[in-house]
């Protein structure tokens, strides 16, 4: 899935490991999810969106582009 | 290196520690079965069990792993196994019609030569889950 993650990160100046660790997650599961080759669960999901401060859809765009 | 991953590798270390003390203690026991073939059958009996408690540390320490990984690792996991469970499957029923076909020699197709084949297709299950996610 689409996702605006690696923008919002490089905006925040975070690394991949630093946005992991925040979440709970290792930092291959952050590369994975950047390069569109894993979804991440719901539960995730929502932890980033409270992270960023922004809603899902503002995040994930699961039509491929953003709205 | 973030937290999340440091202690996936930490546990990492464990499990193939025990799996290595499994292993050693495996050929221990069998090499000493082979060597001593005069030995009481209650004897022989129970050293062949005496590698299955350590197997089931083993086990638990890799279920804990599993449960405690972050959820690509899980995934990555479940792939694997997924790939792995129906290869020693297929392994184990083409044995058995290739015995039914022919005469397969014991000394050459015995349990103790079709479990390693179990360890490489989890290996390959792995290397092929991981190639997919990272």
């Given amino acids: 899935m689409k996702n605006g993650l690696k923008v919002l990160r490089a905006e925040r100046d975070w690394s991949q490991a630093e946005l992991a660790d925040r979440v709970g997650v290792s930092r291959q599961t952050i590369n994975a999810i950047e390069t569109e080759k894993y979804d991440p669960s719901l539960t995730l999901a929502f932890s980033l969106s409270s992270l960023f401060a922004m809603p899902l859809e503002a995040i994930f765009f699961p039509n491929g582009k953003r709205d | ?134």
């Fill in chain 2, 1 to 134: 290196m973030s937290k999340q991953s440091s202690r996936i590798l930490s546990d990492d270390a464990v499990i193939l520690a025990l799996g290595l003390f499994w292993l050693l203690l495996y050929f221990a026991v069998r090499f000493f079965l082979e060597a001593n073939p005069d030995l009481a059958r209650g004897m022989r009996l129970g050293l062949a069990f005496l590698p299955t408690p350590l197997f089931a540390l083993f086990l638990w320490r890799f279920i804990q792993g599993i449960r405690s990984a972050d959820e690509l690792e899980r995934r990555i996991q479940l792939e694997g196994l997924a790939i792995a469970f129906p290869l020693g499957v297929l392994l184990l029923t083409t044995l058995g019609l290739v015995q039914r076909a022919v005469e397969l020699n014991f000394q050459d197709w015995s349990y103790n030569h079709v479990w390693p084949f179990f360890i490489f297709f989890y290996i390959f299950g792995q290397a092929f889950a991981r190639k997919r996610y990272l």
